[in-house]
């Protein structure tokens, strides 16, 4: 089945504490993206990456950074996490992206994380 | 600066009615506008996506439509069912090399019986 896999699901951790949101797909695509979603904001894009070790900020990258060393995995790393970075996130792909690309988002599930 | 703004920011309706959703946009250069369905606990699911030449798209109950002069787009659904209760988001995607999304904060759906 084709789909965008986040782990964890839900994480409550404390302040400083470094913590890593895998994201993996099985579709071969070359587009990644993170996004968080906060009530009234809708989904912002945090990093995103066009292909295997080209990765490039969105319009909330502070605080955050990914990796992309292979097509597949798009790791999520908070080096040293704060309160503020509580938040839904959600880790999505499509087979390209750019001009001439009108392929869909195929989203993970998301997770929760807690900053206390 | 790029924007997408959706109405109402949420509704209420009866099961079995109809209804539609706004997405007015400013993105520029224009690549395509795609509408998601995001249920409660879950990522967004694409319904449609149009591009400049398409003025309308069909998925079933949901029939998207596409004004690229007055940068408009609805959402239509017909005959609501209670498991259209979600909340649509509206993206509409640049026609550049990184392809760039900007998202609207959707709709919240509820569909009553």
């Known amino acids: 089945e084709a789909q965008v896999t986040q782990n964890p699901r839900y994480l409550i951790t404390v302040t400083g504490k470094k913590l890593t949101v895998t994201c993996s797909q099985n579709?071969?695509?070359?587009?990644m993206s993170w996004y968080r979603q906060d009530p009234g904001l809708g989904l912002r894009q945090i990093y995103y990456?066009?292909?295997?070790?080209?990765?490039d900020k969105g319009d909330v990258p502070e605080g955050y950074k990914v990796s992309r060393k292979e097509k597949r995995n798009f790791p999520l790393i908070l080096e040293s996490p704060s309160p503020n970075q509580t938040s839904l996130y959600f880790c999505?792909?499509?087979?390209?992206?750019?001009?001439?690309?009108?392929?869909?988002?195929?989203f993970g599930d998301g997770t929760r994380l807690s900053i206390l | 600066k790029n924007q997408v703004e959706q109405s109402p920011q949420s509704l209420i309706i009866l099961e079995g009615k109809n209804c539609t959703l706004q997405?007015?946009?400013?993105?520029?250069?224009?690549?395509?506008l795609r509408w998601y369905k995001q249920d409660t606990g879950r990522g967004p699911v694409s319904l449609t996506i149009?591009?400049?030449?398409?003025n309308t798209k069909s998925n079933g109950r949901y029939t998207a439509t596409l004004d690229a002069d007055t940068k408009q787009s609805s959402l239509h659904i017909t005959a609501s069912q209670l498991s259209d209760s979600a909340s649509y988001i509206c993206?509409?995607?640049?026609?550049?090399?990184?392809?760039?999304?900007?998202f609207g904060d959707g709709t919240t759906l509820t569909v009553k019986p």
């Open positions: 997405c007015n946009y400013t993105v520029s250069p224009f690549s395509n």
């Open positions: 990456s066009m292909n295997v070790e080209v990765t």
């Open positions: 999505a792909s499509s087979l390209k992206s750019g001009q001439g690309s009108n392929q869909p988002q195929h």
């Open positions: 579709m071969n695509h070359e587009y």
């Open positions: 993206v509409v995607s640049e026609n550049t090399n990184a392809g760039k999304s900007t």
């Open positions: 149009m591009t400049f030449s398409e």
